[in-house]
C-alpha cells in the first residue's frame, strides 16, 4: 500500500521557493543519459538509430549523446549487426519483412544487404511450408485456398519465387481428409 503524500500534487511544494535547483553538471548529465540508455538496451535490443532518438528525447547535447554511443559500441552492448542477425533470424516471416523492419529500425544499408545475402533460399521456403502447414485447416476455408495461402505468404514478406515453390511443395490434401474437394492440380481434373 502507498503512503499517502505529504502534501496535494500542486503546482508548488510548501517550501518549493527556499529550495534553489541546482543545475546538473555535464558528467552528471552524461551519466544520466548512459543509465536511461542501459535501461533502454535492458528491456529490448536497440539499433544506434533507435537509440540514438530515445537519448535525443533525453538531452539536447549532441556530444553527449555521441559519448554515450560511442561508449557503448565499445562495450558491445551497442550493435547493428547483432540486431540485423536477430531480425533474420525470426521464422515466419520473409526476406521483404526482414528488410523493411531493418530500414524502420534505421539499420545502415550496406549492413542490411549482407544480411539479406546471408538467407538461405531453400530454408526460407521451408519456413514458408511450416506456415502453411500450420494454417491448412484456415486456408481450406473458402473457395480459393491457393490464393489465401499467397496472400499470406506475400503479407509476411515472402517474395514471389519462395511463395511459387512453396504452393507448389504444399500438399493441399493433408488437412481435407477423405474430402475430395480440395484440388491438388489447381481445380483441373484428369477426366475433363
Not at 545475402?117 to 486456408?139: G, H, I, W, Y
Request: a neutral charge; aromatic letters at 4%.
Amino acid at each position: 500500500m502507498r503512503r499517502p503524500r505529504k502534501f496535494p500534487l500542486t503546482d508548488s511544494a510548501p517550501d518549493a521557493e527556499q529550495r534553489p535547483v541546482r543545475e546538473k553538471t555535464p558528467d552528471e548529465q552524461r551519466a544520466a543519459l548512459m543509465e536511461y540508455a542501459l535501461r533502454a538496451l535492458s528491456q529490448r535490443s536497440l539499433s544506434a538509430a533507435e537509440l540514438r532518438g530515445k537519448l535525443g528525447r533525453r538531452s539536447e547535447d549532441e556530444d553527449h549523446i555521441q559519448q554515450v554511443l560511442d561508449r557503448l559500441t565499445e562495450l558491445r552492448y551497442l550493435d547493428d549487426a547483432q540486431v540485423a542477425r536477430a531480425e533474420n533470424q525470426r521464422r515466419g516471416v520473409g526476406a521483404y519483412r526482414v528488410r523493411q523492419r531493418l530500414k524502420q529500425r534505421g539499420v545502415d544499408e550496406e549492413l542490411i544487404q549482407e544480411t539479406l545475402q546471408a538467407r538461405d533460399p531453400d530454408e526460407e521456403v521451408t519456413q514458408a511450408l511450416e506456415l502453411l502447414t500450420r494454417r491448412l485447416s484456415s486456408l481450406q476455408r473458402g473457395s480459393n485456398p491457393r490464393a489465401k495461402a499467397y496472400g499470406l505468404l506475400a503479407r509476411r514478406g515472402y517474395g514471389g519465387d519462395v511463395i511459387r515453390r512453396a504452393l507448389e511443395g504444399m500438399n493441399w490434401t493433408a488437412a481435407a481428409g477423405e474430402d475430395e474437394t480440395w484440388p491438388v492440380d489447381g481445380g483441373l481434373g484428369e477426366d475433363e
